[in-house]
C-alpha cells in the first residue's frame, strides 16, 4: 500500500512541477473578468450569472486539464521508459495503475479547490454576502470533481492500450457522450428490437456524466436531494473502479516497448 | 547458488495492424548465471539482448519458458528487491532532482526510512554526483544521468544488477568509472549481468560471456574458453622492399608503408613466415600476437549465424 | 504465475462487482431524476439561445430535445399527472432547433391541447406551434388538419376556426381530399360521432409516432362504445315505453325480438344491463368514453391498446 501512496506522491509531485497549476491563473483573469463586467451590466441576476459561468468554468478546465494530464503522464512515462525502472522495483503494475490514479485526482481535487474559492470569491464581490443556498454549491463542485475522477479513469484506461491521441480523442468523446447519457438511455428506450438491446448497452456503459451536472439547479438556488448525492458517489465511486480495474487488466499484459 | 536462470525463455512480437505477422524477437534461451559471477551478454544491435534483459525484469511477457533469479520466479515481485536494474540510455523524471529521484526509488524498493538518508549520501558520493545533488535532471548531461542511472541501480544494494550497455554514451573516463565499478561490485560478491557491443569491456570485466544473435544464443563459456578455440594470429613487421613471394600462400593480410612491410598471419604460420624472411635475409623489427581474439569469436560466430539466415552480412 | 494470476482474478471479479453496482446506481439515478433532468431544460428556455449555443448542430439537438419531450410526456402520463407544463417549452425549443420535424407538431397537437390527465390542458399553446409549423411548412397538409382538429376538440368546440383551419389544408397542392369533407362538415357541425371518428382515424393515418397512433385507437374505441351504448339505450327505452318496465336482461330483449345476441364491446367482452343502465365490463380499458361508466366510478391510470 506504501508504495501505491509513494506513486501518487510522485505523480502529484510531477503534475504541480510540470506548471499543471497554471491553469489557475487564467480561471482567475477569465473569472474576475466576468465578475467585474456582471456586476456592471447585468443587473438582478449577477449571481446567477456568476454561478453558472464559474462552475461551467471549473468544469471545463478541469476536464481538459484531466483528460490532459490523465493521459500525459502515463503515457509519458512509457514513452521515456522511466516505467522500467519503477516496474523493475518490488511494485506490481496494478499498484502503479491506482497509484497513478490517486495521484491524478489529488492533482484535480487541489485545482478544483482552488477554482472555488475563486468561485466563491467572485460570488462574494457580486452580492457581497453569503447566503445558505450557496451551500449547494459545494454539491456541485463536489459532483464535478466526481466527473474528472471518472475521467481520469476513464483516461487511464485508454492510455493503458492506446497512444497519447486517441486517447484523449476517446476520453473526451466519451465526456461529450457522457453529457447526454440520459438522452441516449432515452433513445435506447424508443427504439425497437436488436438495435434497443444494442443501445441499451451502450447507454448503461457510457459514463453518465448528465446526473452529475447540476450547475442550473445549483445556480437557481434549488436543493437537491440526499439520494441524488449518495448515488452519484457511489455511482462515480463504482465506475471509475471498473474503468481502473479494466486499465489494470489490460496493463498486466502490456509488452512494455 | 544459481543467481540467474532461463528456461526456454522466449519472445515473439505480433507485428502490424490487421494482419498479424509472427516476429522473433528471442528464440528459447537457456542460460544459467552463477552468483558473484559477471557476466557479459555480447551481440550486436537488435540481437534480442535488451529483450532478454526486459523479459527478465517482467517489463515484457515471455511467450513460452521461465526465468528465475535466485531461485524465485521472476513474476514474484518482492525478488525484484534484490534486483538493479539500469535501462539502455536510461532517463528519469525531469523535475525531480537527484536526490528526490533517489529517494522515490529507494522508497520503492523498500529500502529502511532509517538508512535512506545516509545511502543516498553515499551513492551521490560513489558515482560523483555530490555536487548535482540538488539539481533537477531536465539540466543534467548525458553522462550524469548514466550515472544517475547506475546510482538507482545499486542504490539498495541489490544481490544481482542488471546493466544494459552500460558504457554507451560516456566518454573515456566515465567508461573507466564504470569498469571499475563493476569489478567492485563483483568484489562485493555481486552478480552482474551487463549487455555490451564494446568486445573489450567484457573481455576486460567478465568471468564468461554469451554471444546471441538474431535472437538465437550463439555460444557461452569462459573468456579464455571461447578464445582458445579460435586461432590466433600474430604481426610480423620488418623492413623491406617488396613482400616476398609464399606469404600471400600463408594466408596473410600484408600492408606496405614506405620501407615498412606489416604482415598478419595465422599463429599456426608463424614458423613458416619467419622461415620465409630468414631465407630473403630480411631483418624482423617485431613480432606480436594480435590479441582480439575475443573479437575473432564474436565475428565468427555473428557472421556465421548470418550467412543460412540469407543476412547482408 | 501465481501472483499475476491472482491479480487477473480479483479484477475482473472486481470489474464484475463494479459493472454491476453502476448500473444498477444509474437505474436508481433515472428514478431520482426522471423530474430533475427536464426541470433543467428550464433553465435554458430560450430557443434563441438553445440555438445558438447548439454551435450549429441544430439537427442532432433537436433530436435530443424531441425525445427529452416524448419522454417527459410519456413518464408523466403514466402517473396521471395533471401538470404538463414543460411540454410546450420542449416542443418549441425542439421546432426552434428542426423546423421540419412535423411529428413534433402532431405531438403538441395531440397532448397540448387535451385537458390534463390527457394532456396539458393548453389549446393556446398547440394553436401557436402549429401555426408556427404551417409557416415553416405551408405545403404541408397535415399540419392544417392538426390545426383544424384542435380547435375542434377544444373547450368550446370553434367549429368555424375548424372549418376554416381544414379549408385552407384543402387548398394544398396534394391535400387529402377529405379535409374539404372535413370542413363541410364542421361548416355544418353534423355527425358529431361519424366527424369524430374521421377525424382520429385520419390521425392515426397521418403519423407513425406511436403515442399519437394510440392515443387515437383509445379514442376511435371510445367513440364506438359511445355509439353502440346510445344504440343499446334507444332498445331500452323503446322496451320500458311498450312494457312499462326496464328489460331485466339482453335475454329479455333478444326475446322480444330486438336484438340478435348479447351485445359485445369492442374488445368482445358482453355489454351489461344494470336496473335499465348499459354499462361496460371493463370501464378502465376505454379511458375516454362517455357512456356506458358506472355511477361514481373513478377513471385509473389510462391505458392505450
Not at chain 3, 501472483?3 to 470489474?15: A, D, E, H
Not at chain 3, 379535409?179 to 369524430?196: W, Y
Not at chain 3, 367513440?223 to 318496465?245: F, N, P
Not at chain 3, 339482453?250 to 359485445?264: E, H, K, Q
Request: aromatic share 10%.
Amino acid at each position: 500500500m506504501s508504495r501505491v501512496v509513494r506513486i501518487a506522491a510522485n505523480t502529484f509531485r510531477e503534475a504541480v512541477r510540470d506548471r499543471v497549476l497554471y491553469n489557475l491563473i487564467a480561471f482567475a483573469l477569465l473569472l474576475s473578468g466576468a465578475a467585474i463586467l456582471v456586476g456592471q451590466i447585468s443587473v438582478g441576476i449577477e449571481r446567477l450569472v456568476v454561478v453558472n459561468l464559474g462552475l461551467t468554468a471549473v468544469s471545463l478546465f478541469g476536464v481538459v486539464i484531466a483528460i490532459f494530464i490523465g493521459i500525459g503522464l502515463v503515457s509519458k512515462e512509457m514513452e521515456k521508459r522511466t516505467l522500467y525502472t519503477v516496474l523493475s522495483r518490488p511494485v506490481r503494475r496494478w499498484e502503479f495503475i491506482v497509484g497513478k490514479f490517486l495521484g491524478l485526482t489529488g492533482t484535480l481535487f487541489v485545482n478544483t479547490f482552488f477554482m472555488a474559492i475563486g468561485v466563491f470569491a467572485a460570488l462574494l464581490y457580486v452580492s457581497h454576502k453569503f447566503q445558505s443556498s450557496d451551500a449547494w454549491i459545494l454539491v456541485a463542485l463536489f459532483f464535478i470533481v466526481l466527473q474528472f475522477l471518472i475521467l481520469c479513469a476513464l483516461a487511464l484506461l485508454f492510455s493503458s492500450f492506446s497512444s497519447p491521441l486517441l486517447s484523449a480523442v476517446f476520453a473526451f468523446s466519451l465526456f461529450v457522450i457522457g453529457s447526454f447519457a440520459e438522452d441516449l438511455r432515452g433513445f435506447a428506450r424508443m427504439s425497437r428490437g436488436l438495435a434497443q438491446g444494442l443501445a441499451t448497452t451502450a447507454a448503461y456503459l457510457v459514463p453518465n456524466f448528465s446526473a452529475l451536472n447540476v450547475i442550473g439547479q445549483v445556480a437557481h438556488e434549488q436543493p437537491i436531494s440526499a439520494h441524488l448525492i449518495a448515488y452519484n458517489t457511489a455511482y462515480a465511486l463504482a465506475y471509475s473502479a471498473m474503468a481502473i480495474c479494466g486499465a489494470v487488466l489490460i496493463f498486466e499484459r502490456r509488452n512494455l516497448k | 547458488m544459481v543467481a540467474i536462470e532461463t528456461i526456454n525463455l522466449e519472445k515473439t512480437y505480433a507485428v502490424g495492424f490487421w494482419r498479424k505477422k509472427p516476429r522473433v524477437a528471442l528464440r528459447p534461451l537457456n542460460l544459467t548465471v552463477e552468483e558473484g559471477e559477471v557476466f557479459g551478454f555480447l551481440g550486436p544491435n537488435g540481437a534480442g539482448k535488451t529483450t532478454t534483459l526486459k523479459l527478465l525484469m517482467g517489463l515484457v511477457i515471455p511467450t513460452g519458458g521461465t526465468a528465475r533469479i535466485l531461485g524465485k520466479n521472476i513474476d514474484e515481485a518482492e525478488i525484484k528487491a534484490q534486483i538493479g536494474f539500469l535501462p539502455e540510455q536510461p532517463y528519469f523524471y525531469d523535475y525531480l532532482t537527484a536526490k528526490e529521484l533517489l529517494e522515490y526509488y529507494a522508497q520503492l524498493s523498500g529500502v529502511e526510512p532509517k538508512e535512506r538518508t545516509r545511502k543516498i549520501e553515499a551513492m551521490l558520493e560513489r558515482v560523483g554526483l555530490k555536487d548535482a545533488a540538488r539539481v533537477q535532471l531536465r539540466k543534467f548531461s548525458k553522462g550524469m544521468l548514466q550515472r544517475v542511472g547506475l546510482a538507482q541501480a545499486i542504490l539498495h544494494d541489490p544481490k544481482v544488477i542488471f546493466l544494459d550497455e552500460p558504457m554507451s554514451g560516456l566518454d573515456p573516463m566515465g567508461r573507466r568509472e564504470v569498469r571499475d565499478l563493476i569489478e567492485e561490485l563483483k568484489q562485493q560478491g555481486k552478480t552482474v549481468f551487463f549487455s555490451t557491443h564494446i568486445l573489450s569491456d567484457a573481455e576486460a570485466l567478465c568471468d564468461r560471456v554469451a554471444v546471441i544473435h538474431q535472437g538465437e544464443l550463439r555460444g557461452v563459456g569462459h573468456v579464455a574458453e571461447l578464445t582458445s578455440s579460435v586461432a590466433g594470429k600474430v604481426e610480423l613487421i620488418w623492413n623491406g622492399s617488396a613482400v616476398p613471394d609464399g606469404f600471400s600462400a600463408l594466408g596473410a593480410e600484408c600492408h606496405m608503408s614506405g620501407e615498412t612491410i606489416r604482415a598478419v598471419v595465422p599463429e599456426v604460420q608463424q614458423e613458416a613466415a619467419l622461415e620465409i624472411l630468414r631465407r630473403e635475409r630480411l631483418r624482423l623489427n617485431s613480432l606480436t600476437p594480435v590479441r582480439s581474439s575475443l573479437e575473432e569469436y564474436y565475428v565468427q560466430k555473428v557472421s556465421l549465424a548470418a550467412k543460412p539466415a540469407g543476412a547482408a552480412r | 504465475m501465481s501472483g499475476s494470476r491472482k491479480v487477473t482474478v480479483t479484477t475482473s471479479v472486481l470489474l464484475l462487482f463494479s459493472l454491476a453496482s453502476s448500473v444498477f446506481l444509474l437505474r436508481r439515478l433515472d428514478q431520482v431524476r426522471t423530474s430533475a433532468t427536464l426541470e433543467e431544460v428550464l433553465y435554458l428556455n430560450s430557443p434563441k439561445w438553445v440555438r445558438r449555443l447548439s454551435l450549429g448542430y441544430t439537427g442532432l439537438l433537436a433530436d435530443i430535445y424531441w425525445t427529452r419531450a416524448v419522454q417527459y410526456f410519456g413518464s408523466k402520463h403514466v402517473t396521471r399527472a395533471t401538470d404538463y407544463k414543460l411540454l410546450s417549452p420542449l416542443l418549441e425549443i425542439t421546432t426552434t432547433l428542426d423546423p421540419k420535424l412535423i411529428v413534433a407538431y402532431q405531438f403538441g397537437a395531440n397532448f397540448l391541447a387535451p385537458k390534463p390527465p390527457n394532456g396539458a390542458g393548453q389549446p393556446d399553446q398547440a394553436i401557436a406551434l402549429v401555426e408556427y409549423g404551417i409557416r415553416n411548412n405551408p405545403d404541408n397538409w397535415k399540419l392544417y388538419y392538426e390545426l383544424g382538429f384542435i380547435y375542434y376538440y377544444m373547450e368550446s368546440k370553434d367549429y368555424a376556426k375548424a372549418a376554416e383551419a381544414f379549408e385552407r389544408g384543402a387548398k394544398v397542392p396534394n391535400a387529402h381530399p377529405f379535409l374539404r369533407v372535413l370542413a363541410a362538415q364542421m361548416a355544418q357541425h353534423a355527425g358529431e360521432i361519424q366527424t369524430a371518428r374521421m377525424l382520429w382515424q385520419t390521425a392515426y393515418a397521418t403519423t407513425q409516432d406511436d403515442l399519437i397512433r394510440k392515443n387515437a385507437v383509445a379514442h376511435l374505441r371510445a367513440l364506438k362504445v359511445d355509439e353502440d351504448i346510445t344504440e343499446l339505450e334507444k332498445l331500452v327505452a323503446a322496451y320500458r315505453q311498450q312494457t312499462g318496465l326496464p328489460p331485466s336482461s339482453f335475454n329479455v330483449l333478444i326475446g322480444a325480438g330486438r336484438l340478435l345476441g348479447v351485445p359485445v364491446d369492442p374488445d368482445g367482452k358482453p355489454y351489461r344491463l344494470v336496473d335499465g343502465r348499459i354499462e361496460l365490463r371493463n370501464p378502465e380499458d376505454f379511458p375516454f368514453v362517455e357512456k356506458g361508466l358506472p355511477p361514481g366510478y373513478e377513471p385509473g391510470l389510462p391505458k392505450f391498446h
